[in-house]
C-alpha cells in the first residue's frame, strides 16, 4: 500500500540533545513538508521540499534542520536551538500537478522534551 | 502576515442533524482551498478540496461552498454521524507558492 510513514510515534528527548524524525513516502510525491502542530492549534509549516536536494524554510524554521537526499525520504532534525521543542509533527508530501495539490499526511510524531 | 482563520472553535450538534464550519480566508490571490480532518492522535484526512474558479463542490455527504466576494468558506456535512467527530481544518493555497497555509481548527462534537 502507497502511503507516508512516520516514526517514532513517540518520542522523548532531554534538553540540550538532538533528534531526528523519520519521514518516508512511497507514493512517488516530489514534494514534502513538515509541520509543527501545537495543542489547540493550526499547523505551521517548518520547512519544505518541492524535489530532491534542495528545500525550502518555511514559516517557524528556527532550530530545525532537514535534508533531501532521496525522493523517497524527508528527514527532520531539532536541534537544541529549538527553545520550545514539545509538539506534534506532521509529514506531508503533495501529489504532482499543476499548481497546489492534495496533500497527504503522516500519522504524526508527538516529541516531548524532558 | 496572511492567515486563514475560523469563526467558531467548537461546534456542537445532535446526531444526524447537518453542521455547517466556517472559514475567513485573508488572501484574495489564493487558487485552491481544501478542507481536512483531523482526529486525536492522527494526521489530517483529506475531506473535500475546491479551486478558485468554482463556488460550490459536492462530496459524499460533504458539499464546499466558496464566497470569494467576502472571502468565505464553508463545510457543509448532511445527516453529522458521531464518526465525524473531530477537528477539520480549512487550508488554502497562495497562487504560486505551492504550500499551505492552514487555519487554527475547529471541533465538532456529534451528540447522540
Known amino acids: 500500500d502507497g502511503g507516508i510513514t512516520q516514526s517514532p510515534k513517540y518520542l522523548f528527548r532531554k534538553e540540550g540533545q538532538n533528534v531526528t524524525l523519520s519521514c518516508e513516502q512511497n507514493?512517488?510525491?516530489?514534494?514534502m513538508y513538515w509541520y509543527r502542530q501545537d495543542p489547540g492549534q493550526g499547523l505551521r509549516l517548518i520547512y519544505y521540499?518541492?524535489?530532491?536536494?534542495?528545500?525550502q524554510k518555511g514559516d517557524i524554521a528556527e532550530g530545525y534542520s532537514v535534508s533531501r537526499e532521496k525522493k523517497e525520504s524527508f528527514p527532520l532534525t531539532v536541534t537544541s536551538a529549538q527553545k520550545n521543542p514539545t509538539a506534534f509533527y506532521l509529514c506531508?508530501?503533495?501529489?504532482?500537478?499543476?499548481?497546489?495539490?492534495?496533500?497527504?499526511f503522516g500519522p504524526g510524531t508527538r516529541l516531548t522534551v524532558l | 502576515g496572511e492567515s486563514v482563520g475560523l469563526h467558531l472553535p467548537t461546534l456542537s450538534v445532535q446526531e444526524g442533524d447537518n453542521s455547517i464550519i466556517n472559514c475567513a480566508y485573508s488572501?484574495?490571490?489564493?487558487?485552491?482551498f481544501i478542507w481536512y480532518k483531523q482526529e486525536s492522535g492522527k494526521g489530517p484526512q483529506f475531506i473535500i478540496d475546491?479551486?478558485?474558479?468554482?463556488d460550490k463542490r459536492q462530496g459524499q455527504r460533504v458539499t464546499v461552498l466558496l464566497n470569494k466576494t467576502v472571502k468565505h468558506l464553508s463545510l457543509q456535512i448532511a445527516a453529522t454521524q458521531p464518526g465525524d467527530s473531530a477537528v477539520y481544518f480549512c487550508?488554502?493555497?497562495?497562487?504560486?507558492?505551492?504550500?499551505?497555509?492552514f487555519g487554527a481548527g475547529t471541533r465538532l462534537a456529534v451528540h447522540p
Open positions: 475546491i479551486r478558485s474558479n468554482m
Open positions: 506531508a508530501s503533495r501529489r504532482p500537478g499543476q499548481g497546489a495539490g492534495e496533500q497527504f
Open positions: 487550508a488554502e493555497n497562495m497562487g504560486g507558492y505551492n504550500k499551505l497555509i
Open positions: 521540499s518541492q524535489i530532491v536536494n534542495d528545500f
Open positions: 507514493l512517488n510525491h516530489d514534494a
Open positions: 488572501n484574495s490571490a489564493s487558487d485552491y
